[in-house]
Protein backbone atom coordinates (compact mmCIF):
# COMPACT_ATOMS: atom_id res chain seq x y z
CA UNK A 1 0.00 0.00 0.00
CA UNK A 2 1.90 2.43 -1.30
CA UNK A 3 -0.67 5.04 0.35
CA UNK A 4 0.65 4.43 3.49
CA UNK A 5 4.48 5.28 3.19
CA UNK A 6 2.93 8.80 1.78
CA UNK A 7 0.69 9.12 4.44
CA UNK A 8 3.70 8.39 6.90
CA UNK A 9 5.15 11.53 5.33
CA UNK A 10 2.48 13.88 4.89
CA UNK A 11 1.40 12.77 8.71
CA UNK A 12 4.53 14.82 9.57
CA UNK A 13 3.29 17.66 8.33
CA UNK A 14 0.95 19.99 10.00
CA UNK A 15 -2.97 19.03 11.30
CA UNK A 16 -4.72 20.07 7.91
CA UNK A 17 -2.26 18.31 5.67
CA UNK A 18 -2.75 14.95 8.04
CA UNK A 19 -6.03 15.25 7.50
CA UNK A 20 -6.02 15.49 4.09
CA UNK A 21 -3.99 12.47 3.67
CA UNK A 22 -6.51 10.39 6.09
CA UNK A 23 -9.33 11.02 3.68
CA UNK A 24 -7.27 10.20 0.74
CA UNK A 25 -6.31 6.70 2.43
CA UNK A 26 -9.91 6.32 2.82
CA UNK A 27 -11.19 6.94 -0.44
CA UNK A 28 -8.93 4.56 -1.71
CA UNK A 29 -9.42 1.67 0.49
CA UNK A 30 -9.17 -1.68 -1.04
CA UNK A 31 -12.92 -2.86 -0.53
CA UNK A 32 -14.46 -0.17 -2.21
CA UNK A 33 -12.38 -0.60 -5.31
CA UNK A 34 -12.28 -3.55 -7.90
CA UNK A 35 -10.97 -5.17 -11.33
CA UNK A 36 -13.49 -6.48 -13.69
CA UNK A 37 -12.43 -8.76 -16.57
CA UNK A 38 -13.91 -10.91 -19.10
CA UNK A 39 -13.28 -12.02 -22.80
CA UNK A 40 -15.44 -11.43 -25.42
CA UNK A 41 -16.20 -14.43 -27.70
CA UNK A 42 -17.71 -15.06 -31.39
CA UNK A 43 -20.49 -16.80 -31.45
CA UNK A 44 -21.46 -16.56 -35.15
CA UNK A 45 -20.52 -18.04 -38.05
CA UNK A 46 -17.17 -19.35 -39.27
CA UNK A 47 -17.70 -17.91 -42.78
CA UNK A 48 -18.36 -14.31 -41.05
CA UNK A 49 -14.88 -15.03 -38.45
CA UNK A 50 -12.50 -15.12 -41.38
CA UNK A 51 -9.99 -12.54 -42.62
CA UNK A 52 -11.63 -10.56 -45.49
CA UNK A 53 -9.11 -8.97 -47.73
CA UNK A 54 -9.72 -5.40 -48.52
CA UNK A 55 -9.99 -4.47 -52.42
CA UNK A 56 -7.29 -1.48 -52.44
CA UNK A 57 -8.26 0.57 -55.62
CA UNK A 58 -5.90 3.48 -54.79
CA UNK A 59 -2.45 3.88 -53.97
CA UNK A 60 -1.37 0.15 -54.09
CA UNK A 61 2.13 0.46 -54.39
CA UNK A 62 2.08 2.62 -51.10
CA UNK A 63 -0.97 0.81 -49.20
CA UNK A 64 0.05 -3.01 -50.34
CA UNK A 65 4.01 -2.09 -49.85
CA UNK A 66 3.86 -4.12 -46.76
CA UNK A 67 1.36 -6.99 -47.57
CA UNK A 68 -2.46 -7.22 -48.35
CA UNK A 69 -4.77 -5.74 -45.79
CA UNK A 70 -7.86 -7.01 -44.39
CA UNK A 71 -11.35 -5.82 -42.91
CA UNK A 72 -11.05 -5.19 -39.52
CA UNK A 73 -15.11 -5.64 -38.76
CA UNK A 74 -14.78 -8.99 -37.57
CA UNK A 75 -11.18 -9.83 -36.20
CA UNK A 76 -11.33 -13.16 -34.31
CA UNK A 77 -8.59 -14.56 -32.90
CA UNK A 78 -7.08 -17.42 -30.51
CA UNK A 79 -9.96 -19.46 -28.90
CA UNK A 80 -12.35 -17.11 -31.05
CA UNK A 81 -11.74 -13.96 -28.72
CA UNK A 82 -13.17 -10.77 -30.46
CA UNK A 83 -11.15 -8.01 -31.12
CA UNK A 84 -12.04 -4.17 -31.02
CA UNK A 85 -15.39 -4.55 -28.66
CA UNK A 86 -16.29 -1.51 -26.49
CA UNK A 87 -16.64 -2.61 -23.02
CA UNK A 88 -17.26 0.36 -20.22
CA UNK A 89 -19.37 0.30 -16.89
CA UNK A 90 -22.17 2.39 -16.84
CA UNK A 91 -24.98 3.34 -14.04
CA UNK A 92 -28.46 2.10 -13.87
CA UNK A 93 -30.56 3.85 -17.08
CA UNK A 94 -32.17 6.25 -16.08
CA UNK A 95 -30.24 6.20 -12.69
CA UNK A 96 -28.60 9.93 -11.98
CA UNK A 97 -25.93 8.40 -10.06
CA UNK A 98 -22.29 8.45 -11.36
CA UNK A 99 -19.69 6.45 -11.25
CA UNK A 100 -17.11 7.20 -8.14
CA UNK A 101 -13.23 7.61 -9.45
CA UNK A 102 -11.00 6.17 -8.03
CA UNK A 103 -8.41 8.72 -6.52
CA UNK A 104 -5.72 7.30 -8.87
CA UNK A 105 -7.86 7.64 -11.84
CA UNK A 106 -8.93 11.29 -11.02
CA UNK A 107 -6.38 13.31 -12.98
CA UNK A 108 -5.68 11.98 -16.41
CA UNK A 109 -2.45 11.50 -17.08
CA UNK A 110 -1.96 11.42 -20.61
CA UNK A 111 -3.33 14.62 -22.05
CA UNK A 112 -2.99 13.08 -25.73
CA UNK A 113 -4.10 10.03 -27.42
CA UNK A 114 -3.27 8.95 -31.11
CA UNK A 115 -4.68 7.52 -34.44
CA UNK A 116 -1.97 7.10 -37.33
CA UNK A 117 -2.40 6.22 -40.74
CA UNK A 118 0.88 4.85 -41.70
CA UNK A 119 -0.24 2.37 -44.23
CA UNK A 120 -3.78 2.92 -45.49
CA UNK A 121 -5.66 2.21 -42.39
CA UNK A 122 -5.84 3.72 -39.07
CA UNK A 123 -3.77 2.48 -36.67
CA UNK A 124 -5.67 1.56 -33.68
CA UNK A 125 -8.75 0.58 -35.73
CA UNK A 126 -10.89 1.31 -32.35
CA UNK A 127 -9.79 3.99 -29.87
CA UNK A 128 -11.40 4.24 -26.40
CA UNK A 129 -10.72 8.11 -24.69
CA UNK A 130 -11.61 10.00 -21.86
CA UNK A 131 -13.47 13.56 -22.47
CA UNK A 132 -10.27 16.07 -22.04
CA UNK A 133 -7.59 14.30 -23.90
CA UNK A 134 -6.65 15.28 -27.30
CA UNK A 135 -7.07 13.18 -30.37
CA UNK A 136 -4.23 13.49 -32.32
CA UNK A 137 -4.53 12.14 -35.71
CA UNK A 138 -1.78 11.75 -37.69
CA UNK A 139 -0.41 10.74 -40.94
CA UNK A 140 3.01 9.22 -40.47
CA UNK A 141 2.92 7.69 -44.13
CA UNK A 142 4.25 9.52 -47.64
CA UNK A 143 0.79 10.18 -48.72
CA UNK A 144 -1.61 12.21 -48.25
CA UNK A 145 -5.16 10.93 -46.07
CA UNK A 146 -8.03 13.02 -44.91
CA UNK A 147 -9.65 12.57 -41.47
CA UNK A 148 -13.15 12.78 -42.00
CA UNK A 149 -14.92 12.49 -38.09
CA UNK A 150 -18.16 12.32 -37.23
CA UNK A 151 -20.44 11.56 -33.99
CA UNK A 152 -23.33 12.87 -32.33
CA UNK A 153 -24.66 16.11 -34.94
CA UNK A 154 -25.01 18.31 -31.83
CA UNK A 155 -22.00 16.46 -28.95
CA UNK A 156 -19.33 15.83 -31.58
CA UNK A 157 -20.41 17.37 -35.44
CA UNK A 158 -16.68 16.75 -36.87
CA UNK A 159 -14.71 17.56 -39.28
CA UNK A 160 -13.06 16.79 -42.64
CA UNK A 161 -9.20 17.59 -42.61
CA UNK A 162 -6.68 16.90 -45.20
CA UNK A 163 -3.84 15.33 -43.15
CA UNK A 164 -0.91 15.67 -45.67
CA UNK A 165 2.42 13.08 -45.64
CA UNK A 166 3.66 13.24 -42.35
CA UNK A 167 1.32 15.73 -40.83
CA UNK A 168 -0.95 15.76 -38.07
CA UNK A 169 -3.91 17.67 -36.53
CA UNK A 170 -5.12 17.94 -33.64
CA UNK A 171 -8.98 17.35 -32.13
CA UNK A 172 -9.96 18.88 -28.68
CA UNK A 173 -13.32 18.75 -26.57
CA UNK A 174 -14.25 16.15 -27.99
CA UNK A 175 -17.76 14.89 -25.13
CA UNK A 176 -18.47 11.95 -23.73
CA UNK A 177 -21.16 9.95 -25.80
CA UNK A 178 -22.66 6.86 -24.45
CA UNK A 179 -24.93 6.21 -27.61
CA UNK A 180 -22.84 7.24 -30.32
CA UNK A 181 -19.68 6.77 -31.18
CA UNK A 182 -17.17 8.98 -33.90
CA UNK A 183 -16.98 7.38 -36.43
CA UNK A 184 -13.39 7.92 -38.32
CA UNK A 185 -12.92 7.85 -42.21
CA UNK A 186 -10.63 8.74 -45.24
CA UNK A 187 -12.62 9.48 -48.03
CA UNK A 188 -9.30 9.03 -50.63
CA UNK A 189 -9.43 4.99 -49.44
CA UNK A 190 -13.07 4.49 -48.78
CA UNK A 191 -12.21 1.05 -47.19
CA UNK A 192 -10.28 3.07 -44.43
CA UNK A 193 -12.67 2.87 -40.97
CA UNK A 194 -12.00 3.61 -37.28
CA UNK A 195 -14.56 4.17 -34.28
CA UNK A 196 -13.77 6.75 -31.23
CA UNK A 197 -15.71 6.17 -28.15
CA UNK A 198 -15.41 9.17 -25.54
CA UNK A 199 -16.29 8.44 -21.97
CA UNK A 200 -16.65 10.82 -18.79
CA UNK A 201 -14.76 8.61 -16.71
CA UNK A 202 -11.91 5.98 -16.71
CA UNK A 203 -13.78 3.00 -16.75
CA UNK A 204 -13.52 1.72 -19.98
CA UNK A 205 -11.46 -0.72 -22.41
CA UNK A 206 -10.93 -1.92 -25.96
CA UNK A 207 -10.73 -6.08 -26.34
CA UNK A 208 -7.39 -7.12 -27.05
CA UNK A 209 -6.64 -9.68 -30.45
CA UNK A 210 -7.92 -12.51 -28.22
CA UNK A 211 -10.72 -11.18 -27.06
CA UNK A 212 -9.56 -9.92 -23.28
CA UNK A 213 -10.76 -7.21 -21.52
CA UNK A 214 -10.47 -5.40 -17.92
CA UNK A 215 -10.81 -2.49 -16.19
CA UNK A 216 -9.02 -1.74 -12.91
CA UNK A 217 -9.65 0.10 -9.71
CA UNK A 218 -13.39 0.01 -10.45
CA UNK A 219 -15.79 1.40 -7.50
CA UNK A 220 -17.21 -1.73 -6.16
CA UNK A 221 -20.87 -2.05 -6.28
CA UNK A 222 -23.98 -2.94 -9.01
CA UNK A 223 -23.04 -1.34 -12.24
CA UNK A 224 -24.06 -2.19 -16.29
CA UNK A 225 -21.82 -3.39 -18.40
CA UNK A 226 -22.41 -2.31 -21.68
CA UNK A 227 -20.79 -3.93 -24.58
CA UNK A 228 -20.19 -2.36 -28.33
CA UNK A 229 -19.19 -3.38 -31.22
CA UNK A 230 -18.98 -1.33 -34.82
CA UNK A 231 -22.34 -3.43 -36.06
CA UNK A 232 -24.08 -2.59 -32.78
CA UNK A 233 -24.81 -3.27 -29.28
CA UNK A 234 -24.02 -6.84 -27.83
CA UNK A 235 -27.33 -8.54 -27.86
CA UNK A 236 -28.86 -6.28 -30.72
CA UNK A 237 -30.84 -2.39 -29.69
CA UNK A 238 -32.03 -4.26 -26.35
CA UNK A 239 -28.41 -4.86 -25.23
CA UNK A 240 -27.93 -0.76 -25.38
CA UNK A 241 -28.40 -0.90 -21.58
CA UNK A 242 -25.98 -3.19 -20.81
CA UNK A 243 -25.43 -6.07 -18.47
CA UNK A 244 -26.03 -6.01 -14.82
CA UNK A 245 -22.96 -6.94 -13.09
CA UNK A 246 -21.49 -6.49 -9.67
CA UNK A 247 -18.03 -5.01 -9.23
CA UNK A 248 -16.29 -6.56 -5.61
CA UNK A 249 -14.33 -4.93 -3.78
CA UNK A 250 -10.42 -5.87 -3.21
CA UNK A 251 -10.24 -8.42 -5.93
CA UNK A 252 -10.64 -9.23 -9.61
CA UNK A 253 -14.02 -10.25 -10.78
CA UNK A 254 -13.81 -12.71 -13.75
CA UNK A 255 -17.46 -12.17 -15.97
CA UNK A 256 -15.84 -15.36 -17.61
CA UNK A 257 -16.79 -15.27 -21.67
CA UNK A 258 -19.35 -13.44 -23.09
CA UNK A 259 -20.25 -14.20 -26.29
CA UNK A 260 -21.42 -11.78 -29.43
CA UNK A 261 -22.11 -12.25 -32.94
CA UNK A 262 -23.17 -9.71 -36.04
CA UNK A 263 -26.99 -8.41 -35.38
CA UNK A 264 -29.79 -10.58 -36.76
CU1 LIG B 1 -6.44 7.50 -46.76
Request: net charge neutral; with cysteine; aromatic share 8%.
Amino acid sequence: MRYFSMAAVLGTLAALGLALTERTVAADDDKDWGTIKGKLVWAGDEATAKPKELTIDKDQMHCLEKGKLFNEEWVVGKDKGVKWVFVWLSPEPGSDKKLPIHGSLKDIKEKKVEIDQPCCQFIPHCLAMREGQTLIAKNSSPIGHNVNYTGHPLRNPGKNVAVGPKGAIEIENLKADEKFPVTVACNIHGWMKAYVRVFDHPYFAVTDGEGNFEIKNAPAGEWRLKVWHETGWRGGASGRDGDKITVKGGTTTDLGKLDIKPPQ
